[in-house]
């Protein structure tokens, strides 16, 4: 019998996905299943963008360009523009989504067993994309006694070897909600500087922030741009997951000329997703404000009936829409499985994502999830109280 790869073997499976067949299950079964697991927003998708797709009269679907269209770009690179970022049209590569950004740009900066240093936990995907490049991921550990804020330089400085490309990070960070703060930035670009490696920003939530703090860019920080490569998605920005429209963003020329060598053999973004996330620029910033307003509500909700749960440490979220939740158990991953397939409170129960899947380390995060804060806060009182009851039940 013919076998498969070896890398097909090693990509890991997704810590948010590979429960959906019991969440699945338990529904068929009756129950109401409460979604903490994944990064779907509740939030409506710009009508604006919607409209596009709707009332476009294209006659015949063709191929775009390769790296986007030219028109597209230059309202990207203005959007850019609006938040102190300063770049062109031609630095800018439209992708399948942050996930094929991610992807060209591993794939343009590192070779099979170079390396990549991340700060974990991370967006267990990563791994995934580091996998099916050949590129070996390096943890540098961040914790949650601190919020998960960026480890000490020297943590990264003694990660460094011949084989390492670059650093990767995401601002703010999926799966702990960090906001970088620029003196933090600041510190990576002086490392990366020093060691001439390249530095990878993932910033698809760029624009969600709290408490007054506000987002700094690697491309707003002087001197960076031959190592600077930014990750963008409109995924979460205007809720809108299944366009599956990203960017690949760098003024480094021989990045973007190399990205675009990846992207060719892709041949093109999709063009209806297109219309509609260049149509989703215009949306105003009263759509914004109203989602982090919501966002903020939710956020405080759920960390302050979290903080009720005995045995529970919750790190404090400053961006993007999750956390990860310590909890009083050996082992999340069966809590959660156990949980689809054995817990009920007035027939619902929740599903979470284990977040030692969101680690390199063998070991850490085994008794941590990842809670995403996307539903109304009436659903996420209900979920915390279902946590809270399914922790006694089980540990007891």
């Known amino acids: 019998m013919p076998s498969v790869s070896q890398k097909g073997l090693s990509m890991p499976e997704s810590p948010i996905r590979k429960l959906v067949p019991y969440a699945e299950n338990a529904k068929k079964k009756g129950a109401k299943v409460i979604h903490l697991n ?26 775009s360009r390769t790296e986007g269209s030219e028109a597209y770009r230059t309202k990207i690179a203005a959007y850019y523009h609006r938040n102190g ?16 950004a991610l992807s060209f740009a591993m794939g343009s900066i590192a070779d099979a067993e170079d390396e990549i240093i991340i700060p974990e936990p991370f967006y267990a995907n ?18 949650l006694e601190n919020n998960f804020a960026l ?32 003196e933090e930035i600041q510190k990576l670009a002086e490392i990366v500087k020093k060691h001439d490696l390249f530095l990878i920003a993932d910033e698809v939530y760029r624009e969600f922030t709290y408490d007054n703090t506000s987002h ?83 956020r405080n909700l759920l960390i302050t009936e979290l903080k009720k749960l005995d045995g529970v440490k919750v790190a404090q979220p400053n961006g993007a829409f999750y956390c990860i939740a310590e909890l009083p ?18 027939n619902e129960t929740v599903m979470v994502a284990p977040a ?8 850490l995060g085994k008794n941590q999830i990842r809670i995403a804060y996307v539903l109304d806060q009436e659903s996420l009182k209900r979920a915390v109280h279902i946590l809270g009851e399914a922790l006694k039940s089980y540990i007891g």
């Not at 970022?85 to 094929?100: H, L, P, R, Y």
């Not at 030692?356 to 070991?363: H, L, Q, R, W």
Request: net charge negative.
């Open 216 to 298: 700094y860019s690697i491309l707003q920080e002087e001197g960076l741009d031959e190592h600077a490569i930014i990750v963008d998605s409109v995924s979460k920005r205007y809720s809108m997951c299944g366009a599956r429209i990203g960017f690949l963003v760098s003024k480094n020329k021989e990045v973007i000329k190399t990205a675009l060598k990846f992207a060719q053999a892709r041949l093109s973004p999709p063009t209806y997703a297109q219309i509609a996330s260049e149509a989703a620029l215009d949306t105003p910033q009263s759509y914004f404000d109203d989602v982090i307003e919501e966002y903020v509500l939710r």
């Open 126 to 143: 990563y791994n995934g994309f580091a996998t099916a490049s050949g590129v070996k991921v390096v943890p540098v550990i961040s914790k």
């Open 151 to 182: 480890p000490p330089i020297a943590d990264f400085e003694k990660l460094i070897t011949p084989r390492t490309k670059g650093i990767l990070i995401c601002n703010p960070g999926n799966p702990t909600g960090y906001l970088y703060s620029k």
């Open 38 to 63: 994944i990064g779907q927003p509740d939030i409506k998708t710009p009508q604006i963008a919607l409209d596009a797709v709707k009332n476009n009269t294209l006659n015949v679907l063709e191929y």
């Open 85 to 100: 970022i300063s770049v062109s049209a031609k630095d800018i590569i439209v992708t399948t989504g942050g996930s094929e």
């Open 329 to 346: 158990i050996a082992d999340a991953d069966d809590f959660a499985q156990w949980l689809l397939e054995d817990f009920r409170v007035n």
């Open 356 to 363: 030692a899947g969101f680690y390199a380390t063998p070991g």
